[in-house]
């Protein structure tokens, strides 16, 4: 008698650390072509943000939670208080991300998860409004 089907996990339906390296590799590659959007990242060298990166998707989809035994818990919003996530910073995440996203195989399904997810999680970040703003006037 068979057991009942084991269930893969969404780190596993999207093509597990595989598909994630790939991600965030792909993603930093257009951050650093990016001097602008470069200028939110302080570190000299992308590598370890794109660790993080990866570790957090891995973790948050279902696969190893190596994030959360070096990091502790994610706490997004607290990490991200530092920089300021204007809604155009927003936009270039997303843009950038689904960029690197829509260059893995993967099914359609997952993706449109996967991106649904990314797009919701970045604009939670946003803690400032853009510098440009027109002033009011009367």
């Known amino acids: 008698m068979a057991g009942p089907a084991q269930q893969r996990t969404y780190y596993e339906a999207m093509g ?3 598909t994630f390296a790939a991600i965030t590799k792909r993603f930093y590659e257009q951050v650093a ?10 570190e000299e060298d ?12 891995e973790q948050y989809w279902g696969g190893p939670t190596t994030y959360q ?3 502790g818990h994610p706490r997004l919003r607290m990490r991200h208080i530092p920089f300021k996530v204007t809604p155009t910073a927003r936009d270039t995440w997303v843009h950038y991300m689904t960029t690197a996203v829509n260059e893995v195989e993967m099914q359609p399904d997952m993706r ?6 990314l797009s919701r999680a970045a604009t939670a970040m946003i803690n400032s ?7 009011e006037t009367e």
């Open 112 to 117: 449109a998860t996967l991106l649904d997810y």
């Open 129 to 135: 409004p853009e510098d440009d703003a027109p002033e």
């Open 69 to 71: 035994d070096r990091r």
């Open 46 to 57: 992308l590598g370890p943000a794109e660790e993080r990166l990866r570790m957090f998707l």
């Open 16 to 18: 597990g650390h595989e």
């Open 33 to 42: 072509a990016d001097p602008e959007f470069r200028a939110m990242y302080p």
